[in-house]
């Protein structure tokens, strides 16, 4: 017989974290044994990471399947959910994240009461890594956080999927806090065609693109409570720049085609656009991240310009990057840099002129 739920856990070169990851996961799944699959998906580490699944295995019933080579992350991914895992539901965990005692039976205990649902939102509690790097760690070291990924904190039913999005800081992008009914996602997952990761929204934003053709106006569950814990280890930081500029603005276009309010992401692009101004600065640069060899400042501006965040942006990019360098890298951004520069200093001396004044007049 089939188990209700898959627990799918992608890696690759993380065995210590995936041995916390492991740790955290057994108990709970072994008290649930028959409902729940725990399996680790490994795209040929050539770290000690089979040592650890093996190890792992000593606690309880784990699959572990390892790819004849580094298929890539989404494929890794995909595989996962369509071909490894069996259960009618899947939860697609990374294998720097732990869970909280309790959460896996909370997990089983809301898709059995509420059958009718393809789509259940964990919550998260978020953490630096440094509270974990270079010691093993438990559950126990983070009974208390600092924040969570959504704020609220009461477990409910919302009765459109697309209301989660707003609530969520990540937008739904962390796969970790999806548990989705696998026949839904397949419907999707099997018709995209295999790209160079971060080359497109579907091939960065994986998960919430499938949702986005999925979930919008069905109703979803929220555990409110942070069942998993984000202490992780960006493996995606070369690629950090070409997600903030362009994907997730795309992401947010293809959640509004798929019939998402406008309102519900406002937020979410205007917090994007405020945190635009360093990887703009490096285009004014003249360095070119991964991904980002034809990335157009004018067209972005074109496309944002509604936004007072998109132009506070450039702003602050333009006068932080110096002259010579913005002139090396393109005469056309070095006259806007010119122009803002003497905004700015303009501005300072205003400001300076305005201190010195007396405060009251001797009338």
């Known amino acids: 017989m089939a188990p209700l739920l898959s627990i799918c856990i992608p890696t690759y070169n993380r065995a210590e974290l995936l041995r916390s990851a492991l740790l955290s996961l057994m108990p709970q799944v072994k008290k649930m044994e028959g409902e729940v699959e725990l399996v680790v998906s490994d795209n040929c580490s050539t770290d000690n990471t089979r040592q650890v699944v093996e190890w792992a295995q000593q606690l309880g019933t784990l699959r572990y399947h390892r790819n004849n080579e580094n298929i890539g992350a989404i494929p890794n991914l995909l595989f996962l959910a369509d071909s490894l895992a069996e259960g009618e539901f899947c ?10 005692p309790g ?6 205990e809301i898709l059995k009461t509420q059958p009718e649902l393809d789509y259940v939102y964990v919550n998260y509690s978020i953490d630096s890594f440094d509270r974990r790097e270079g010691k093993a760690v438990t559950p126990d070291d983070f009974r208390e956080w600092t924040r969570t990924a959504s704020a609220h904190l009461e477990e409910r039913r919302v009765e459109r999927w697309e209301e989660l999005l707003s609530e969520d800081i990540n937008c739904l992008t962390a796969m970790y806090c999806s548990v989705f009914r696998r026949s839904t996602w397949l419907e999707v997952a099997r018709d995209l065609k295999k790209q160079e990761l971060y080359s497109s929204v579907e091939w960065t934003y994986t998960p919430t693109v499938i949702f986005a053709r999925t979930m919008v106006g069905k109703p979803a569950w929220s555990t409110g409570y942070p069942w998993i814990i984000v202490c992780s280890k960006e493996s995606w930081s070369d690629f950090i720049p070409v997600a903030m500029l362009l994907r997730f603005h ?13 309102e519900l992401l406002e937020h979410h692009r205007r917090r994007m656009l405020t945190c635009a101004m360093p990887y703009l600065a490096e285009v004014f640069r003249g360095r070119r991240a991964a991904r980002l060899e ?4 004018t067209k972005f501006l074109a496309k944002h310009y509604r936004y007072v965040e998109t132009w506070g942006a450039i702003y602050s990019a333009l006068i932080s990057v110096p002259l010579r360098e913005e002139f090396r890298a393109s005469p ?16 300072r001396l205003g400001k300076r002129l305005r201190a010195q004044l007396p405060r009251r007049l001797p009338w």
Do not use: P, Q
């Open 91 to 100: 939860w697609l965990l990374g294998d720097d994240e732990m869970l909280r």
């Open 103 to 108: 959460a896996v039976a909370k997990v089983v």
């Open 250 to 262: 795309e992401l947010l276009d293809v959640l509004k085609k798929n019939g998402v309010d406008k």
């Open 294 to 297: 034809w990335f157009s400042v």
């Open 332 to 347: 056309f951004y070095a006259m806007f840099a010119l122009l803002a520069k003497a905004t700015y200093h303009c501005i």
